[in-house]
């Protein structure tokens, strides 16, 4: 489809673009520093592209001459995005951590990150997938280092940089070799360029090879699996707590989708003279692995996430590598169950920051009888993540393991649930401390209704999907589209 | 009617929740009431079961999750209606027990207790595979923290103990499911009902009929079980959590959920996977495979290790608890070498010894809680010379220890001797060195008796209560019931003679 007629396919993200400008002419004009009339101006904007996501459809069109497609794959991702950044908005209101006088730029810069992501999950491009990535990067960048008062945060920013620059330099060596050999930068044509060239024997392997495991370091890189996910510790320690729930799930979503997209479509051929699959199991078995090892000995409650979100990579690229629609399926449900309790729990860790004023395991202590609704939660999240029977994340651990042991990899299912039980132990941990530990301090907290309204919309889908999830399951189905064949 | 009986206990969670947190007393009668609805169903569904037939009875089934062919599938036969009774009766006499000595949140510890009920009794009535896994699963949140915010000094450790040993058991469960499933038919088709899946298993040429298959199969659900049962060697959780737990929760814990260990592999691994069970259990069997025919007696020395291990364990023991702790390890024990004979009499012996050791060591542990909520500590040599002190106290041990040792008379016999007669016919050796535990288990507990109640009274103690109505309100059913089962043990056979008669018995 040509430029001019993509132009109203393209109308979610023009809203965004509208509203990052709105949002900065809002700030400009407002007299009063420090409203959150930003924060309010973004979630209109966000319900705007949601309700424009739904109306655009999900009729599979490739956009700009072929440089972004428009599908229920693409579609899925966008909301699940939208939901994260709303979330991430809301919990920032009444932030005690950002700098009100800074809080129009930080929204506008959450709406600039949303912009990319949706650009990266529906890149068919080489081109525009690294420019995605980049755009989904830099602003990133400056939104973990948003808390300009604070080392840490710096700290996060200049790692978060670091390794991002090294990871999109190497992706983009790998897009350089793989389009100098095969002319095109077209994923979907790549295959079976690909594959022309390996019938006519016309091809160096070792170069194929090379250049897909630098294009896969980018994505590597994006959702945090071993051995790309240094940086994810300390940016998700030193970012504002909302950011780093923003990263690791909306984040982590996008980079999903691109991965899954440039791996089904691209680098999967029948002549693959590398068995990507069991590659990357390798990678996902490690990625679990690493991270939960790393997670058990962690005081910080952030650092502690932040290592699970690694394992939970991991998870979700043992469903994504399987090359069956049941992974697929898998990883789509998993992500959104993902995204109710991950984003749970950080939401907890945000309201016991700037109530307790602690992010350490330590002053979680005693919050059973000091704040019963939030420990309670906070253990239903945690559980959930364990995976842990009636809840929400159990059954998207089983339809993951499910579709693992249907390939017949037995070592990778066992490897994964033996992770789920190392999990249990730091997980515990926090448990541990809001129920059976006392704390010296035992007054109770109280928190605002708006937040504990917000905190039982994360619970209930948390409870509802372990129990019935046929629905669900029937829209990751769909979401999947045509991605399957 | 069964689905009654399982989700009774969850609104009754939620009622106890409501109340208000000043209305103790409204809590634990709401709480009472509501774990007696689940006794008289079972007390009805007792007396109605049709002892003549071997099928499920009372069944009830729904589509859960269409997609994967689940659903929400209950029913008992004769395998679980006594299993069921014994959880519907520790309902009541285990917020009994927890009357006086819970002192704070009793709100909180009665809605965990009510959630584990009806994990409890789903557990025992699910008959399709998921539903099975996940009400095994859902007792593990609630025992975590009745065991951590209720328990003793060392209960965080026990705690997590706990569940770090049943979740890895319920992970390889979860494979062994998985596998089960997938070899059930071809997409579309596939199953997780536990009656069909039984069916197919025994269809020669089937997949999951396929003994390589059922062997692996029987291994994943084998630690599962056996972690929960305890069996040697992944018993080390069971002692912890007995003696940090508070006394209701032990009894929950020694009366039900080690049931549930040897109910799934009754209904599990005996009549889904007979040639997985035939591998463990019979070395011609595991010789004709090629390999060992040690491995033919497998189940049955792990059952012997539990015996004599668990008996050698309990008589080293100063602490009251952990020995009643350890003499369960060596009970589970006869359940095994009772399966592993595979005939009538050691099944029958086996489920028998599932419902007696749930009762006595439920009284065990009551016994323990009285003493204990008194002197404030449990140790054997602490005491001396109760019996002139408690007189009724004094009595009741005696009788929940004779039970417990294996008098003639007493229902503890019954199914000990029967589980040892059907083994006998199998495994010789392993049977005549087992018998070896009873003795010690005979040494034991008089020893105890002995200790506790005879000789000169501790001067400590000359002023100690004697034991309350309460308590002993929750101690007299289940004495009667150690009686009544010793002298008429057909009144519990006659339940399940003919479940046991469909189960691949090998004579």
Redo the contacts between chains.
């Keep these: 489809m040509t430029n001019v007629a993509s132009i109203p396919y393209f109308i979610p993200e023009l809203i965004l673009i509208v509203f990052v400008m709105a949002v900065i002419i809002y700030d400009l004009a407002a007299k009063k520093k420090g409203s959150e009339g930003s924060a309010y101006l973004s979630l209109v904007g966000l319900a705007m592209v949601v309700i424009a996501v739904i109306v655009v459809g999900s009729e599979d069109r490739s956009l700009f001459l072929g440089m972004i497609r428009l599908d229920s794959f693409a579609m899925f991702f966008k909301i699940i995005i939208t939901v994260a950044t709303a979330a991430t908005i809301l919990f920032s209101i009444r932030s005690d951590e950002l700098d009100p006088r800074t809080k129009g730029e930080y929204h506008a810069l959450l709406l600039a990150v949303t912009f990319g992501m949706f650009l990266m999950a529906s890149s068919t491009h080489l081109l525009m997938i690294y420019l995605s990535l980049e755009t989904v990067s830099l602003t990133s960048y400056i939104l973990a280092g948003f808390l300009t008062h604070s080392p840490r945060s710096s700290e996060a920013a200049f790692k978060y940089i670091t390794y991002g620059a090294v990871a999109s330099g190497t992706m983009l060596f790998g897009i350089s070799l793989l389009f100098g050999m095969t002319g095109t930068g077209d994923v979907i044509l790549l295959s079976s360029r690909l594959t022309e060239m390996f019938n006519t024997d016309d091809v160096y392997p070792l170069a194929v090879l090379l250049s897909i495991t630098f294009i896969l370091a980018g994505v590597g890189y994006k959702i945090a699996s071993v051995p790309f996910h240094m940086w994810s510790p300390d940016v998700y320690e030193g970012a504002p707590i909302p950011i780093t729930a923003f990263l690791s799930v909306a984040s982590k979503s996008a980079g999903f989708a691109l991965f899954i997209r440039l791996f089904y479509f691209g680098f999967v051929w029948e002549e693959a003279s590398v068995d990507w699959s069991l590659m990357l199991a390798v990678v996902s078995a490690l990625t679990m692995t690493v991270g939960n090892l790393a997670a058990l000995p962690q005081q910080n409650v952030k650092r502690l996430l932040a290592y699970s979100s690694i394992a939970h990579s991991g998870y979700l690229l043992m469903g994504a590598v399987l090359l069956t629609s049941e992974g697929l399926q898998a990883v789509l449900f998993y992500l959104i169950v993902y995204l109710f309790m991950n984003l749970g729990a950080f939401f907890v860790v945000i309201l016991i920051a700037s109530e307790v004023g602690s992010e350490t395991i330590d002053g979680y202590r005693g919050l059973?009888?000091r704040a019963p609704l939030v420990a309670v939660s906070m253990a239903i999240f945690l559980?959930s993540l364990?995976g842990?029977?009636?809840l929400a994340g159990?059954v998207g651990k089983?339809l993951l393991?499910?579709a693992v042991?249907?390939e017949q990899l037995?070592w990778l299912?066992?490897i994964g649930?033996?992770n789920?039980?190392v999990s249990?132990?730091y997980y515990?941990r926090i448990v541990?401390a809001m129920?059976?530990?006392t704390a010296d301090e035992t007054e109770t907290l109280s928190f605002s209704s708006g937040h504990r309204v917000l905190l039982i919309i994360f619970i209930i889908p948390t409870l509802l999907l372990g129990v019935?999830?046929?629905p669900v399951?029937?829209f990751s189905k769909v979401s999947l589209g045509k991605l399957m064949g | 009617m069964l689905s009654l009986m399982i989700f009774i206990p969850l609104l009754g969670m939620v009622a106890v929740l409501l109340i208000p947190r000043d209305r103790e007393e409204l809590a634990k009668q709401v709480a009472f009431v509501v774990t007696l609805i689940p006794l008289l169903l079972a007390v009805i569904l007792f007396v109605r079961y049709d002892r003549s037939v071997s099928g499920l009875q009372f069944a009830e089934k729904t589509m859960?999750?269409?997609?994967f062919n689940i659903y929400y599938h209950v029913g008992i036969d004769g395998l679980s209606v006594t299993l069921l009774l014994l959880t519907a009766l520790l309902g009541p006499i285990c917020v009994l027990a927890s009357w006086r000595n819970i002192e704070k949140?009793i709100k909180a510890y009665l809605a965990l207790f009510l959630l584990l009920e009806t994990g409890m009794i789903g557990f025992f009535c699910a008959l399709d595979l998921f539903l099975f896994?996940?009400f095994f699963?859902?007792t593990?949140?609630p025992m975590?923290?009745l065991i951590?915010?209720w328990g003793g000094p060392r209960?965080?450790y026990a705690?997590?103990k706990f569940?770090?040993y049943t979740?890895?058991g319920g992970?390889?469960m979860?494979?062994a499911m998985?596998?089960v499933?997938?070899e059930s038919g071809p997409a579309g088709a596939r199953t997780f009902d536990i009656p069909t899946l039984i069916q197919l298993a025994t269809t020669p040429g089937h997949a999951l009929a396929d003994r390589t298959f059922q062997i692996w199969a029987f291994l994943g659900f084998f630690i599962g079980f056996a972690i929960k049962v305890p069996i040697f060697p992944f018993h080390t959780w069971l002692p912890d959590a007995h003696v940090e737990a508070p006394t209701a929760i032990s009894v929950i814990l020694a009366g039900i959920l080690l049931k549930m260990g040897t109910y799934g592999l009754v209904r599990i691994n005996f009549a889904m996977l007979p040639d997985g069970m035939a591998f463990f259990t019979d070395p011609e069997f595991a010789k004709a495979m090629g390999r060992s025919p040690m491995w033919g007696n497998g189940l049955a020395f792990l059952g012997f290790i539990n015996i004599v291990y668990g008996s050698l364990c309990a008589l080293a023991q100063t602490d009251f608890k952990k020995l009643v702790a350890y003499s369960s390890i060596a009970h589970m024990g006869f359940i095994l070498i009772g399966l592993a004979a595979r005939n009538e009499s050691g099944l029958n012996g086996a489920i028998l010894q599932m419902f007696n050791h749930g009762v006595i060591s439920a009284m065990l542990f009551l016994l323990v809680g009285v003493v204990y909520d008194r002197a404030h500590h449990r140790e054997i040599n602490g005491f001396g010379g109760l019996g002139s002190q408690m007189p009724i106290y004094t009595g009741i041990t005696t009788l929940a220890f004779m039970a417990s040792l294996g008098l003639p008379g007493l229902s503890g016999f019954v199914g000990e001797v029967l589980s040892l007669l059907g083994a006998y016919s199998k495994f010789k050796v392993l049977t005549i060195l087992s018998t070896s535990g009873i003795v010690v288990g005979a040494a034991y507990f008089l020893w105890t008796l002995q200790r506790v109640f005879l000789g000169q009274l501790n001067p400590k103690y000359a002023d100690m209560p004697e034991i309350n109505g309460r308590e002993i309100a929750t101690l007299v059913p289940l004495g009667i019931l150690t009686v009544v089962l010793g002298v008429w043990p057909s009144i519990a056979l006659d339940m399940f003679n003919q479940a046991v008669r469909v189960l691949p018995l090998v004579p």
């Design positions: 059973g009888s559980f364990i842990i029977p009636p159990f089983w393991f499910w042991i249907q037995y299912a066992i649930l033996l789920s039980v249990l132990y515990a541990k129920f059976f530990e019935y999830w046929t399951y029937e | 859960w999750i269409s997609v949140g896994y996940v699963e859902i593990l949140l975590y923290f951590g915010i209960r965080e705690a997590i569940f770090l979740l890895s992970m390889l979860l494979v998985i596998a499933y997938l």
